[in-house]
């Protein structure tokens, strides 16, 4: 057997192993239309996963929902997570988990109720007086009105809060210069139509008399506001927004000459000791991808390019497998195969983009280092040139500085170092290709 189907058969006999011994995938209902509505008494026992113009969720889901509409309405029940995103946002219903959403208008009515946490980021938010979040609330966008009750933290970034509810925990509010009078026109003027109201939420931090901090409320104003007597139980913070940044320094000649010499010892001592480390590890492999790119210089450069358009195609194919494979196992309703073959297909991508980019990071220009060393020494009648780590130290201090001379930052040509470090990485890596062609191609000695 050759070492090809070898290492094939290997890698199908790991496949298989990793197939049997995977944990089947809990499966996912999902629907999609131009309206998807889920009746009052209809129950869902997986993740429902809801992709429409609007959505109206009135029975049960026993899972977590991901939906993504134009309009959406939970009036039901969700005993897991629901992550929402849409122009119009409307919960009225229980949701025993957490819920993550963004879009424009987002909206929890009197009857809401929120196991988990309320992670939101959109234009507007308003918190009907009523609903309960048993849990944190963040929030980042233009305004929102907090009507409802939270049990623990409220963390928001907005240029408009008003808090009337009842907080057990710390409010830190990162918010908009306070303004008494409402400036300019209403919010609802730039938003999307929506079946809900905009409320018109005052600029800064406003705390009605009605509301209740359990705990410090911290907030970001360029002045201290007043707040009602007795609001707040524990300790208020103040924090001065953050100053105008400074414009960015101009770059002078000299800034730019330092900024270049620092790169260029940067490169040359990062690429000189990762040489040493894999001349130390690999001594006959390098030796061997060097001599290849000595007696096949030019073909080395062409397969380089070959391995680089190679490396894209592998990428998409990979890519193509995964999506195949996890859509017939779908379909074949075999949830837990489909799932192993997403993530083996990541793992996949993952390490071989990791490889590539060191091979063409390191060992490509280590390789035409070594090589550029060596013709460099022998051609000098230096005695250095058959020790493989002087030439490579040589030959990448050479290509290196020639590399950077080229991308110096004062002369116009500064485009020649990359398409000159580009073409190095080209011959190393049409090098690798060759030998490890030839590698493959070898057949076993007869015994």
């Known amino acids: ?22 944990t089947p995938a809990r499966a996912f209902d999902g629907r999609s239309g131009d309206k998807v509505t889920l009746n009052s008494g209809d129950i869902v026992n997986d993740d429902l996963y809801v992709g429409a113009n609007e959505f109206v969720l009135d029975g049960t889901v026993n899972g977590d929902v991901f939906a ?3 309009m959406i309405t939970i009036n039901g029940t969700i005993n897991g997570d629901l992550l929402a995103v849409g122009q119009t946002v409307i919960i009225n219903g229980t949701v025993t988990g957490s819920v993550r959403m963004a879009g424009s208008v987002l909206f929890f009515g009197e009857k809401a109720k929120v196991g988990g946490d309320i992670v939101v980021g959109g234009a507007s938010l308003e918190v009907r007086k009523g609903s309960v979040t048993e849990r944190d609330l963040v929030f980042g966008g233009g305004q929102i009105l907090l009507a409802g009750d939270v049990m623990r933290n409220v963390t928001v970034g907005t240029g408009s809060l008003q808090i009337s509810g009842n907080i057990g925990g710390n409010v830190k509010a990162g918010v908009g210069d306070a303004n008494q009078g409402q400036a300019g026109p209403p919010p609802s003027m730039f938003l999307p139509q929506s079946t809900v109201g905009v409320p018109l939420v005052r600029s800064g931090l406003t705390i009605d008399p009605s509301a209740k901090i359990a705990g410090d409320l911290e907030y970001t104003q360029a002045r201290d506001l007043t707040f009602p007597a007795g609001v707040i139980a524990g300790k208020i913070t103040r924090t001065e927004p953050p100053a105008n940044p400074q414009p960015a320094m101009q770059e002078t000649a000299g800034y730019k000459v330092g900024a270049w010499t620092l ?8 690429l000189v000791l990762i040489g040493l480390f894999l001349l130390w590890l690999f001594p006959a492999f390098f030796k061997s991808l060097s001599e290849k790119l000595k ?6 450069l062409g397969w380089g390019v070959i391995a680089y358009a190679a490396f894209f195609f592998a990428l998409l194919l990979i890519l193509f497998v995964m999506i195949v494979g996890a859509i017939l196992f779908g379909v074949l309703t075999l949830g837990g ?6 993530w083996l297909g990541i793992l996949a991508l993952f390490a071989f983009v990791v490889a590539f980019a060191l091979v063409t990071s390191f060992v490509a220009k280590v390789v035409f280092g070594m090589t550029i060393g060596k013709w460099i020494l022998v051609s000098a009648n230096s005695p250095l040139a058959e020790n493989r780590f002087w030439s490579m130290a040589i030959g990448v201090f050479v290509t290196t500085f020639v590399i950077a001379l080229l991308s110096f930052p004062l002369i116009p040509t500064g485009f020649l170092g990359g398409l000159l470090n580009f073409a190095v990485t080209l011959f190393g890596l049409g090098a690798i290709w060759l030998w490890g062609r030839e590698a493959l191609g070898k057949k076993p000695v007869a015994a």
Do not use: D, Y
Request: no cysteine.
């Open 1 to 22: 057997m050759s070492k090809t189907h070898k290492v094939v058969s290997i890698f199908i006999m790991l496949v298989l192993l990793t197939l049997t011994i995977a």
């Open 68 to 70: 993504g509409a134009q």
């Open 263 to 270: 790169e260029l010892i940067r490169s040359m001592v990062t």
């Open 295 to 300: 007696s096949k210089t030019w073909p080395s």
């Open 337 to 342: 195969l489909s799932g192993t073959i997403i």
